[in-house]
């Protein structure tokens, strides 16, 4: 489900980020074609730079990510695709976060597996609730650490004990956690991974550094990232080292202030909560890019809202049973934006139910 934006409306509903906070990638793409002239990439190298490696594995250690192998996937859903089917049949039910994101709720059904909805709040899954789920027998669970997509969810300390408790209780549980908010976010880290026998963990470079780069990094137990990078090669074989290369480029030059980029996108989602509050529209935007406004009638908001010239995305796109609501990617807004934007989710959204979502 997507709103097609029309001439002249305002696109909040693509989920994309700001342009102007991602970097040129002119230096770092003739960087690499040089290096390429002087040693071709072949056949039989390995399938991940060893540089790239060494610098995510550095920033898994530093954000107390347990130790593992490091695999070059195609972004983060391609990543996550792969993980599942290394450990899981058609049948098999994998515990989802609800509302989540779009493009999970699409693959887990796709891959011929049942999702299994999780409640959410502003501190991320409810124990209680992935406890049902996994008690219930899902065999997976997919958790999103920070700006969780689309309510901006970010796990704190609390939360994640909790979360790590009800894991411990399901060890044979595959875990796979969701970093895609890595560098565009000021909130600090709390992985899950280890709670469980088999896990993974990962990162995307979409959101800081551009999404038609499309690589992530992956790491998890032995047996996991095995089996991903074994099937991995008997596919596409790897993810272009070219792109890896111009990754490493990006990190080691510091080509993209990530203090700056969290700060810029909490700035507008902060104000654009604060607007919403101020009108008596409950609204969520923990961290990341994105604000989940509860509505009665998202149907009726989004044409409203299209109407006053937003377009903004239905909340059908990302929830299984959660209540219903509308997601506004904040990227594309100015300070000037504020003001009008939430006089304009006011008049369309009108009162929510304060017990609607979390």
């Known amino acids: 489900v997507r709103v097609e934006a029309p001439p002249g409306v305002r696109d909040l509903g693509e989920g994309n980020p700001d342009p102007a906070l991602l970097p040129a990638l002119g230096e770092a793409l003739a960087s690499v074609a040089e290096a390429y002239a002087r040693a071709p990439g072949m056949y039989a190298q390995v399938p991940v730079d060893p540089e790239f490696a060494a610098l995510a594995r550095a920033g898994f250690d530093a954000d107390g990510v347990p130790a593992g192998p490091v695999v070059a996937t195609s972004g983060s859903l391609d990543a996550i695709e792969r993980v599942l089917v290394a450990h899981l049949r058609p049948g098999d039910a994998v515990a989802v976060e609800d509302p989540g994101w779009g493009g999970l709720l699409d693959l887990v059904p796709a891959l011929g597996m049942r999702p299994v909805p999780v409640e959410v709040d502003d501190d991320g899954p409810l124990p209680d609730a992935l406890d ?138 902060d104000a654009l909560v604060r607007a919403l509050e101020d009108r008596g529209i ?57 003001a009008p934007l939430a006089d304009a989710v006011a008049a369309a959204a009108g009162p929510a139910d304060p017990l609607s979502y979390g």
């Open 282 to 338: 409950e609204a969520h935007g923990r961290s990341g890019m994105n604000v989940w406004v509860p509505v009665s009638d998202e149907t009726g908001a989004v044409a409203r809202l299209l109407h006053a010239g937003w377009a903004v995305a239905p909340g059908a796109r990302f929830r299984m049973t959660a209540p219903q609501g509308i997601r506004l990617t904040v990227s594309p807004l100015t300070d000037a934006d504020i």
């Open 132 to 269: 049902a789920a996994l008690g219930a027998g899902a065999r997976a669970v997919v958790i999103t650490d920070r700006a969780q997509n689309p309510t901006g969810a970010a796990i704190g300390a609390g939360r994640a004990a909790e979360l790590r408790a009800v894991l411990a209780g399901y060890r044979g549980v595959l875990l796979i956690e969701d970093d895609h908010g890595h560098a565009i976010v000021d909130l600090p880290l709390h992985p899950l991974a280890g709670a469980t026998d088999r896990w993974a963990f990962v990162r995307s470079v979409a959101k800081a550094y551009g999404p038609d780069l499309r690589v992530a990094v992956l790491t998890g137990d032995a047996v996991t990232t095995d089996r991903v990078s074994g099937r991995q090669r008997l596919g596409p074989g790897w993810v272009s080292r070219l792109l890896q290369r111009t990754v490493v480029h990006l990190w080691t030059t510091g080509a993209v202030d990530t203090r700056e980029v969290a700060r810029s996108y909490a700035r507008r989602r």
